[in-house]
């Protein structure tokens, strides 16, 4: 599903953000990604989207390598992969509903579809009753929840989280963790970057380490050791 061979990745003026990363995430797996501030765990999760070219190597997400694929092919690749921020990015100036059908509005779908998957991604996040509610009238864990339901609603078979739990108190953590694996349970591809040691410890799933750029270990479940 997520293929990285011998990855690297150097910004202009000379950053080595990743160097010959290597891993393998299967289909319907869930992994963890941790690692210090500046290891490198948001390069590797635009590698993914296609925002940034790998410098070597090769990245094969859902069968297609992005090392080669056309950038004008990026906006169709994408739609497979759900992506969740540490900060929303939710637009204020439109509600919780069309927050979440943006992605829909632009894959072209009808209407009656577009209402559909977002109530039902909305429901799916315990979030139906504020469809009409406006970003800046929901709790911190309310408007994450709203950037999970935009993610899911266009049902991608790969789902992506950059620190999503940075600024949730430990309870919403854990209850957006447990959220990730009810996904995760229907099918869905995770990889959560995080550096909650703590909470991924409970959530006994794989993890890699990035350390410098470079892939420092893979650690498998504890129940798998």
Do not use: C
Request: net charge positive; aromatic share 4%; glycine share 8%.
């Amino acid at each position: 599903m997520i293929n990285f061979e011998h990855v690297s990745k150097r910004y202009p003026g000379g950053n080595q953000a990743l160097s010959d990363i290597n891993f393998h995430l299967t289909a319907g797996e869930m992994v963890f990604l941790t690692g210090h501030s500046g290891a490198g765990k948001s390069s590797l999760l635009r590698l993914i989207l296609m925002i940034e070219r790998a410098t070597r190597g090769q990245v094969v997400v859902n069968g297609r390598n992005l090392s080669t694929a056309p950038m004008r092919q990026a906006p169709r690749i994408r739609q497979g992969i759900g992506m969740i921020f540490q900060d929303h990015k939710l637009l204020r100036d439109k509600t919780v509903f069309d927050n979440v059908a943006l992605p829909l509005l632009i894959a072209g779908l009808r209407y009656a579809d577009i209402r559909k998957r977002v109530r039902a991604s909305l429901d799916k996040v315990g979030l139906l009753a504020k469809e009409r509610s406006w970003p800046l009238e929901l709790s911190g864990g309310e408007q994450q929840r709203v950037g999970v339901a935009r993610a899911i609603v266009g049902m991608p078979p790969v789902l992506l989280a950059d620190e999503p739990t940075g600024n949730l108190d430990p309870e919403l953590s854990a209850e957006l963790f447990g959220l990730f694996r009810q996904l995760n349970q229907i099918g869905v591809t995770v990889l959560i970057a995080s550096h909650d040691l703590a909470l991924i410890r409970r959530m006994d799933k794989r993890v890699l380490v990035l350390q410098n750029g470079q892939l420092l270990d893979d650690i498998p479940p504890a129940s798998q050791r």
